[in-house]
């Protein structure tokens, strides 16, 4: 979808796919555990945990078998403390912005959050060129703010309907660390991950979800026995929560499956392109709504659409050819110098007096 298109294969495109397929289904997983009146009976904390959990088991057998089995990738399976280490700084962003969330919301309005929450596609793109070092075109540039501009424009389509856009300035504040965060985790995982491409990405998906367990779990234990302190009179809060049923469970698999996903994105193809994903999912959630659930689309939300798309293309597609362009002319440049110098050496040409 970003810089892969030329050499895009069948596989790509698969994980690109499935990973388009978790980010559009999330939002439904969600919804379908929640109650009558929007509560959920079980408890939220315990969904992190568990799917954290659900991660590691999963890459930790698979590093297992593929250490025993296969002698080259157990070659590659190779950590230093310094690795270790490492994959804390993006599991403790990632929970320090699942824990803001509920900070920010009690002072900005749902409608607001959401708003706020697509200005992380432009941070995603200063993240990428300043810690990443990747340089990106000015058609590029004005793709991603025209992208970042499409996501706002569809969230700004809801806000009437909850309550309009209500902030103040601690709200401000906390969502520019959410921001932040939200970009710099994906960025982030993308560079400790890409610093070693010839590990695996299950062993290297092992190290981190280690790190996100453990910071989920002192999470979800901290949650019971703070409340339960706190709140004497009131019932007691469970681990799990009466509610943790079937769909509970369900929902733990999906949102395991989705972080998998996301982490062969982030490797694969970086933050941006996790990005795009993302902002994806938002039109293929819209047709999901008009086809199960029978909602209209307006005509504001099609043209955030075709912004979207617009968006998408101008970065994938003409901003690629760009660069190919600025590169052959640099080649043809440095092609031309070459010739010159060659031909003053063997005397068949004067030297150039600029």
Do not use: C, W
């Given at each position: 979808m970003a810089s892969?298109?030329?050499?895009?294969?069948?596989?790509?495109?698969g994980f690109l796919g499935l990973a388009l397929f978790m980010n559009t289904f999330t939002a439904p997983a969600v919804?379908?555990?929640q109650e009558a009146d929007g509560s959920?009976?079980?408890n939220k904390y315990s969904i992190y945990f568990v799917a954290e959990l659900v991660k590691l088991v999963v890459a930790g057998g698979w590093s297992a078998y593929m250490y025993t089995t296969n002698s080259e990738v157990r070659k590659l399976m190779v950590v230093t403390s310094r690795d270790v280490w490492q994959y804390a700084i993006p599991g403790f962003i990632f929970f320090i912005q699942n824990n803001l969330t509920f900070i920010a919301l009690q002072h900005i309005s749902n409608a607001g959050y959401q708003l706020l929450l697509n200005l992380r596609i432009a941070a995603v793109a200063v993240l990428t060129v300043t810690l990443l070092g990747k340089k990106l075109n000015k058609l590029k540039w004005f793709a991603i703010i025209l992208l970042t501009n499409g996501?706002?424009?569809y969230e700004l389509a809801g806000c009437s309907n909850d309550g309009g856009f209500k902030t103040n300035t601690e709200g401000l504040l906390v969502m520019a660390v959410i921001i932040t965060t939200a970009a710099g985790g994906n960025v982030v995982t993308q560079l400790v991950m890409q610093k070693s491409m010839d590990q695996p990405l299950m062993f290297q998906n092992m190290l981190l979800y280690s790190w996100g367990v453990i910071f989920n779990g002192v999470n979800w234990v901290?949650?019971?026995?703070?409340?339960n302190a706190v709140s004497a009179d009131?019932?007691?809060?469970e681990w799990f929560g009466d509610g943790f049923g079937q769909s509970a469970a369900l929902l733990c698999m999906f949102s395991a499956l989705y972080g998998l996903s996301i982490s062969v994105i982030l490797k694969r193809f970086g933050s941006i392109t996790r990005t795009f994903i993302s902002c994806m999912a938002i039109i293929s959630n819209a047709f999901l709504d008009m086809l199960f659930f029978k909602e209209e689309m307006t005509i504001?939300?099609?043209?955030t659409f075709a912004t979207i798309l617009g968006a998408i293309f101008l970065y994938s597609v003409v901003g690629e050819d760009y660069d190919k362009l600025a590169d052959g002319n640099k080649s043809s440049n440095e092609s031309s110098e070459l010739t010159e110098k060659i031909n003053v050496i063997l005397?068949?040409?004067e030297p150039r007096k600029d």
């Open positions: 892969t298109r030329a050499g895009m294969s069948r596989t790509d495109l919804k379908i555990t959920y009976a079980y996501a706002m424009q901290h949650s019971v026995v703070n409340s009131q019932p007691r809060v504001l939300e099609v043209t005397g068949e040409e």
